[in-house]
């Protein structure tokens, strides 16, 4: 029977590694942490993420052939092929700070794979790395080998949080990156015979070592791009008078275009987008490339800009002040259907309007208090001025409350944001909404998700991003 161990059990290496056992019923895949509370969760019948469809995939091979475990040492030691997908968060301090990636935790995955192997091993990088990690990752391996024969190989994860489950089931592609010789081309056919369970031959990818970790730079970046592209056009819009739907479908009808990644919002988020593009920033000027450097930089100034954008939007349709009023914020993750606040735009758009001293009531169906007062504490590597809240129960704080239901969010608000796109909140019942709020009362769509014209026809004053504005 193969052996497959995952370092890291997160958002990434849990569900990847479900399916993988899910699909693979002859194989025996071991997720391994550091965290005793993440494992014990996967353990549990309270999963440590969010994810629709992944309880049951978990419920149907944990303990047969999926297990999750923090004997870390013991499990990769047994393996045949090694994944890492540890986080890779940015630099914060020293080299690079700001931009390049952390390999810290790769490294001490790869230092421990050394340590404890007795058997020869595939190691399979599964978190985003910059282009030439494999070659840093050879190093410490073979310098350390005793003798054991280790390939490499670059096998990036394209699924997006909140489907999750159904991009692993039916991926666009799976890439595999490694070296083109007689070991490294076993060792890919070996990763290749894993997914051959499930993905068709055709959308499974094999390249070299560096298109592998670049393609995944490369592929966020892209992502990115169309959203702050739409994005810059929804400012145009609103100075104009056109509206940004009907434009982004005109132009997605351009078979070359097409129509999916081209929602104007407030801004994309999540821990994936920002700092892979960063990371890219960061190797384009170490290979003397400033001018490429400059043009994915502009990808997230358009993404600041665009938060900045909505923020003033509400301060100034408010009359230049939200001091002391209450705005409920509806959505804190950084997209629906999950729990993941990492870099949301919800983080920078409350910090903005609580900067302006306005009271925030919050909901969002998934994310939970601690999370929510962590996010707004945090001080940002660029923050200034960390919000200070009061070690007391939310419901006391005094700036921020955080709340279990829309209606009690929305009770004597001046205003309501929609910062991600739940179903929930198009289904809501405006009109009770608009009767137990001050007037006037404004809604601010960041996700252009309610029927704008059913709002004004209640008497709501509505902001949709890049539409024409309520006079
Ligand atoms: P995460 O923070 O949710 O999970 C990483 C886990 O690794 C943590 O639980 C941490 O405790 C564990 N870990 C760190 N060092 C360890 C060690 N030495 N031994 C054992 N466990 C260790 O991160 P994630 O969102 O799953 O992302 C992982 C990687 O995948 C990142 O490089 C990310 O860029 C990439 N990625 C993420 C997504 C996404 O949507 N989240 C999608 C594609 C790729």
């Known amino acids: 029977m193969v052996k497959i161990c995952c370092i890291g059990a997160g958002y990434v290496g849990g569900p990847t590694m479900a399916v993988i056992a899910l699909k693979c019923p002859k194989i025996e895949v071991v997720v391994v942490d550091i965290s005793v509370s993440r494992i014990t969760a996967w353990n549990s019948e309270q999963l440590p993420i969010y994810e629709p469809g992944l309880d049951d995939v978990v419920k149907e091979c944990r303990g047969r052939n999926l297990f999750f475990s ?14 890492v997908s ?4 940015t630099k914060t301090t020293g080299l690079g700070a700001g931009k390049a990636a952390d390999l810290t935790y790769w490294e001490s995955a790869a230092r421990m794979i050394a340590d404890v192997s007795k058997s020869d091993k595939i190691v399979v990088e599964k978190s985003t790395v910059p282009v030439k990690t494999a070659e840093a990752i050879e190093k410490i391996l073979t310098h350390n080998s005793k003798g054991i024969n280790y390939q490499i190989l670059s096998n990036p994860e394209f699924l997006a949080e909140g489907t999750a489950i159904q991009d692993l089931f039916h991926p666009d592609r799976v890439l595999i990156g490694g070296r083109e010789t007689p070991a490294g081309l076993k060792a890919v056919q070996a990763l290749k015979d894993v997914y051959a369970q499930w993905v068709p031959d055709e959308r499974i990818l094999t390249t070299n070592l560096w298109s592998a970790e670049l393609s995944k730079l490369a592929a966020n970046a892209f992502l990115a791009q169309r959203i702050s592209s739409v994005n810059a056009m929804s400012a145009l819009c609103e100075a104009t008078g056109a509206d940004v739907t009907q434009v982004a479908y005109a132009v997605g009808k351009d078979s070359r275009i097409g129509q999916k990644f081209l929602n104007a919002s407030v801004g994309f988020g999540g821990s994936c987008f920002q700092k892979d593009i960063l990371n890219l920033v960061y190797i384009c000027e170490c290979n003397g490339l400033p001018e490429v450097a400059e043009y994915w930089k502009q990808v997230i100034k358009v993404n600041d800009y665009q938060k900045n954008r909505f923020v003033n939007r509400v301060v100034a349709s408010m009359f230049n002040t939200v001091s002391n009023k209450k705005i409920a914020v509806l959505g804190f993750a950084f997209k629906k259907d999950t729990g993941d606040t990492r870099e949301t735009p919800a983080i920078d758009v409350c910090k903005g309007l609580l900067g302006d001293k306005a009271r925030l009531s919050i909901y969002d169906p998934q994310v939970t208090e601690d999370q929510i007062q962590r996010d707004l504490t945090m001080n940002k590597f660029d923050w200034d001025h960390p919000i200070h809240l009061q070690p007391t129960s939310p419901t006391t704080v005094k700036q921020v409350s955080v ?5 009690e969010a929305t009770k004597d608000a001046h205003a309501v944001c929609i910062l991600t796109e739940w179903d929930e909140f198009k289904k809501l019942d405006y009109k009770r909404i608009f009767d137990n709020m001050q007037k006037p009362a404004f809604v601010f769509d960041g996700r252009n998700i309610v029927n704008a014209d059913e709002l004004r ?15």
């Open 70 to 83: 923090t004997d870390v040492e013991k499990h990769v030691a047994e393996a045949d092929i090694v994944f």
């Open 86 to 89: 540890v986080n890779t968060p």
């Open 403 to 407: 709340v279990w239901d829309a209606y």
């Open 457 to 471: 026809q209640i008497g709501f004053i509505v902001y949709s991003i890049g539409k024409p504005l309520d006079s």
